[in-house]
């Protein structure tokens, strides 16, 4: 069965960065591309990037570039996106997914 | 970048009534990378349809996808209550891949 299990909640500061991680199971990790997508106060999904999980090379929505660096780890098959200079307008539910399969979210709230 | 615009934002609908969601492209998508997704509340969306007409695997016969160009649609036979959810279109033709703002599907 597949599945992608993504870390738990953050709670972080503004100001301070965030590591998300995304294990994959089930299937063969470098096959499939990796995309990442913000889901915002359970309104609409904005994707922020694929990552090939063979080579490492990342496409990134514009909006997202300087915010989200996507990762992979090949010997462990999991995931990473890394957030930076957060503010609350990242409060939002991260997912990965396979396109066909979604992880189950990370919350992230940024707060004080 | 394309905007997809689904129409309606919300609606309701009786058991047994048909029911069709469109989404919209501001410019033109290839059917292949046209796929929709069902999400419930506390939950990651399901691929429920993709490449524009295909099933994905569990999804009730009831539910049919169609379209091509700058126009597709989502249509369920007959409303059943588990259809409740919300439907977002996704396209991932060209950079940056894009979402529909999303139908909120209730059930009446």
């Known amino acids: 069965e597949v599945q992608l299990q993504q870390s738990g909640p953050e709670l972080v500061k503004p100001g301070a960065s965030v590591k998300m991680s995304c294990k994959a199971s089930?299937?063969?990790?470098?096959?499939?591309?990796m995309k990442w997508v913000k889901q915002s106060h359970g309104k609409s999904l904005e994707w922020i990037g694929d990552i090939n999980p063979n080579n490492g090379d990342t496409f990134y929505n514009q909006k997202f570039k300087g915010k989200a660096t996507l990762t992979v780890d090949k010997s462990s098959s999991t995931a990473y996106m890394q957030l930076n200079s957060l503010t609350s307008e990242d409060s939002a539910v991260y997912y990965c997914?396979?396109?066909?399969?979604w992880g189950q979210g990370t919350t992230l709230t940024v707060s004080s | 970048q394309i905007v997809l615009t689904q129409s309606p934002a919300i609606m309701s609908a009786s058991p047994g009534e048909k029911v069709t969601l469109t989404c919209s492209a501001s410019s033109s998508v290839s059917s292949s990378y046209l796929y929709w997704y069902q999400q419930k509340p506390g939950s990651s969306p399901k691929l429920w349809i993709y490449s524009t007409s295909n099933l994905a695997s569990g999804v009730p016969a009831r539910f049919s996808g169609s379209g091509s160009g700058t126009s597709y649609s989502l249509t369920i036979s007959s409303m059943e209550a588990e259809d409740a959810a919300s439907y977002f279109c996704?396209?991932?033709?060209?950079?940056?891949?894009?979402f529909g703002s999303g139908t909120k599907l209730e059930i009446k």
């Open positions: 089930g299937y063969t990790f470098t096959d499939y591309y």
């Open positions: 997914a396979r396109g066909d399969c």
């Open positions: 996704h396209q991932w033709s060209s950079y940056p891949f894009t």
